[in-house]
């Protein structure tokens, strides 16, 4: 049997590196001149990487740790001993934990309410979720205004969207939020560093965990060959890509929805990957750049929020024994707007909020950004933002093969949608899925 991948992020290179194990003859096209998808690499100093794509892990991320001991990448603690910083009300405050200067009361039932909300969401099947098409009809903007009536609610909810989804509430579905928090482990972990979604990196950059597989398929891979056309008929699939027309008999389409359904099939498909009401996931990753991580030597974690952008976050992601980095966060509404900045104007916009945020640090040394809302071959980051719709017409064929094409990506898993371990589970179906047929 014969494979074509389309897509050499997580999920794609997952399937093939099983495929290949079970025999199969794989080829996988990468559009891009590296892979990893939506992990990427940046070296902000001689030796230093830090993640300008996915990055955080947390002990039930079963397979991406599993992964990581295959290929023997190890593990680093993200770290939060310190104060931590909030600038949401007039002024700038620090406190000892991460609760937020705000009303305790409304911030508290605003979590309750969240948490009765996911607790209601069936997560193998949120189309099939008691009241789904109600929950699917209201955006999660709608749903604030109804449900949150303290402004200090009203002004914490898109901040915690923000962090934990990289979305607008008026971008999503509240059936799509509520079954995101959920997929991720519930609120209180996704929400967690230590004991939660967000406990560990990579050391030296999930980037790595692709380019260790990658490395290990050869010359499988081809890079900058983007897919526009995949052509079924009796005896196989024509992928038409850059490099030419290839012939299997399966593919595998590990792209975002977004990405995927711009693709031409024949036949077509019988239902779209995406609709008008399906968004980029809103996050540009900004990095700031220190000598060394000198907000320790104040006490203060690194770990911030805002009412107002760009850095609407902050978090100390230093690599060990190297340079200071906060990594910066611009999502929801804030990102397409930021987005929009001349990279001068980009600049100059982060480097006065640092300074608000943190005045007892010199001006950054240096300054990246990433803006994966525009990415050509990503469509934004996290992941695919379903809007008002979205699970009803799309969540029950989300996985169910076009005849000879099969599906694979973090939109595709119902477990950790979102996260890399969602991406590499759906590598792990797909393969199973396709090998499954050889029998």
């Known amino acids: 049997m014969s494979v074509i991948v389309v897509g050499g992020g997580l999920a794609g290179l997952t399937a093939a590196t099983e495929l290949v194990s079970a025999g199969v003859e794989v080829t996988v096209l990468e559009a891009r001149d590296r892979v990893g998808g939506r992990t990427h690499g940046i070296e902000v100093a001689p030796g230093n990487w830090v993640d300008a794509g996915a990055a955080y892990l947390g002990e039930r991320h079963t397979s991406l740790l599993a992964l990581l001991a295959r290929t023997g990448l190890k593990t680093t603690p993200t770290t939060m001993a310190g104060a931590s910083t909030f600038a949401l009300n007039d002024g700038r405050d620090t406190s000892p934990g991460r609760f937020p200067p705000l009303n305790a009361v409304a911030l508290g039932g605003m979590f309750d309410l969240l948490d009765e909300l996911v607790a209601s969401v069936r997560v193998d099947a949120p189309w099939l979720t ?109 992928v038409y890509a850059a490099s030419g027309e290839l012939r299997a008999d399966r593919v595998i389409v590990a792209l975002p929805p977004l990405l995927a359904d711009g693709l031409e099939y024949h036949p077509a498909l019988p239902a779209p990957r995406a609709s008008a009401q399906t968004a980029p996931g809103c996050a540009v ?59 001068a104007e980009q600049r100059a916009a982060a480097f006065a909020q640092a300074r608000q945020l943190f005045p007892q640090l010199p001006d950054p040394v240096s300054f990246f950004v990433t803006d994966w809302v525009t990415a050509e071959y990503s469509r934004g980051c996290y992941a695919a933002l379903f809007g008002p719709g979205d699970w009803m017409r799309h969540g029950p064929h989300l996985t169910e093969p076009h005849q000879r094409v099969h599906w694979a990506g973090t939109e595709t898993s119902t477990e950790f949608f979102g996260l890399m371990e969602g991406a590499i589970r759906s590598g792990h179906r797909v393969a199973a899925e396709i090998t499954a047929e050889q029998h």
Not at 316 to 332: A, I, K, M, N, Q
Request: charged content about 20%.
């Open 130 to 238: 008691p009241n789904a098409a109600e929950l699917d009809a209201m955006t999660a903007a709608q749903w604030a205004r109804h449900n949150l009536p303290h402004p200090d609610a009203q002004l914490f909810f898109p901040l915690f969207l923000g962090e934990m989804m990289a979305a607008d509430p008026a971008d999503i579905s509240v059936l799509h939020m509520a079954f995101y928090l959920r997929s991720g482990g519930g609120v209180s972990y996704l929400n967690a560093f230590e004991g939660g979604a967000q406990e560990e990196r990579v050391a030296g950059g999930a980037h790595q965990v692709c380019e260790v597989l990658a490395a290990a398929l050869g010359d499988r891979v081809r890079l900058s060959d983007p897919v526009r056309a995949i052509h079924q008929d009796a005896d196989g699939v024509t």
């Open 285 to 343: 990753k900004l990095h700031l750049v220190y000598p060394r991580p000198l907000w320790r030597e104040h006490g203060l974690s690194g770990w911030s929020v805002s009412a107002d952008g760009p850095l609407l976050s902050t978090v100390d992601d230093s690599p060990e024994g190297g340079v200071g980095v906060l990594t910066g966060f611009v999502t929801g509404s804030e990102a397409r707007r930021f987005g929009a900045l001349t990279y």
